[in-house]
């Protein structure tokens, strides 16, 4: 069984850690398969991941819990012995805890005269400790904890962790790193209480854990080996989380021969407050780039000449909120996108409040961003017309609750802001997620060279774009895509939940595509308008 590899061959639904546990018995039964005969297809998989990664390898370490991601370890370390390969296996518990299934394993593994070492008491693991130091292989394997960790390591499997991850020898986990939830993404703890993987390798489901969040810190690269039982899996169990990636993308249909610039629409782009002019550029211009029609930007007068310069598709809105409400481009945008650079004095909040003044709240769509979501932080109101874009600071502001609340189940809170304010929420970060309050989208693309100032700035704009055109979307997920029976324009909301889907997907592969010529390092977020523009029409 040869695992896949991110992204493109892997399955688009994805799962919580404990609906994989409460469900992969009840599958493998309707399969014909035990419980151990599934234990062993994972060593399996895992020992032929082995033998195409290190084809050469002479000695390996494996180090076991005491529940079944151990009994993994004890058939990868017998495989492993008898294809001539050295290994040692540490159990970090008493053998007399062990049961079931691990237990069969471990007795056939003792009666191949494996090499086993058993911590009797987690209090003196000075053995063990010594023993990772030392060992000088190429490669360890990860079996100490699965998919049902939750909570915090103790003192003593702290000190164990930060020595697996101090040695030179890559790191195999097996199903999750140990130390990382596989539900939320999070880790409890200081940033060494998880093993730093340098491959992970999971089986039957996708877990929703793995691809957001702290998670990118210690899966390395992730494979995927669904045991025969995937395709089973994902019919039988349902699930309002996704992957997305290129072969679930919406795409964006190619455009009449006679349209033209007004039945595309205009984009009303109000930001860049006094000394802040960068931000509402970048998202103008990203905007421009991801193929709005018009253009107008509403900002503070003393930027003007800074935003406008050298960008003349550019059209000046007046620069207050008095001024504005009676302005064409005001009253015939398609979409408004405010926030970037907008300030929080009472320039800004004149501007905000005009924008969701309840005069004009059915239309046009409105993209709230930056400081933008500080004023709706501080005067809640809900709105389907809404996108918001928080980062994770952002977030916990909109729930009243703490960046660390946030981070520990992003999930809970991209599908909360939804719910709480309407509309759509891309909660932003390393597995961007998107929801519309029930189903959420973990976007794959995006790289840490993206860590840079206007990067959000870019997002907004594409959104903007894409909104405005997201009747040129066809959806490629509609099986996935499920309303309640009251939302009275289906197709509306699917295909706005789209166009925000690809823009945040057309981010960040634009970001990737600069960083596989150029490197992580230096990526600025004008370096991306280009590349918006080709994958714009590459899809």
Known sequence: MIANRLPDSLPQQVYGARQVQNNEALVAAKQGVSMFSLMEKAGNAVFKQIEIGYPKLTSLLIVCGKGNNGGDGYIVARLAQQAKITVTTLVLSAKSVIKGDALTALNQLEAIGGDIVFSQDENDLSTVNKMIEEFQGELIVDCLFGIGFTGQFSPAFKIIVNKLNANNADILSVDVPSGLSAESGCVCGDYEDAIIAKQTLTFIALKKGLFTGQAANYIGQLFFADLGLGELFCQQVPSN??????????????????????????????????????????????????????????????????????????????????????????????????????????????????????????????????????????????NDAWVLTPHPKEAARLLNSTVEQVELDRFSAVRSIALKYGGICVLKGAGSLISDGHKVWINTSGNAGMATGGMGDVLSGIIAALLLQKNELQSKSANVCHYDNEQSDITSLESKFDAVRLAVYIHSKAADNIVSRNGQRGLLASDLMNEIQKLVNDL
């Open 241 to 382: 989380v996704y992957l997305q990636n290129r072969n679930n993308l919406p795409v964006l249909l190619e455009r009449k021969p006679a349209s033209h610039k007004g039945n595309i629409g205009l984009i009303l782009a109000i930001g860049g407050n006094q000394g802040m002019p960068g931000a509402i550029r970048l998202t103008a211009e990203s905007a421009l780039r991801a193929g709005t029609g018009l253009l107008s930007v509403c900002c503070h007068q003393s930027n003007q000449s800074m935003i406008f310069n050298g960008r003349p598709e550019m059209m000046f809105a007046p620069c207050d909120a008095d001024k504005l409400v009676n302005f064409p481009a005001y009253k015939n945008a398609k979409v408004i996108v405010i926030g970037p650079g907008l300030g929080q004095d009472q320039w800004a909040q004149k501007l905000f409040h005009l924008v969701i003044n309840e005069q004009y709240k059915k239309q046009p769509l409105v993209v709230i961003d930056a400081d933008a979501l500080h004023f709706l932080s501080v005067a809640p109101q809900k």
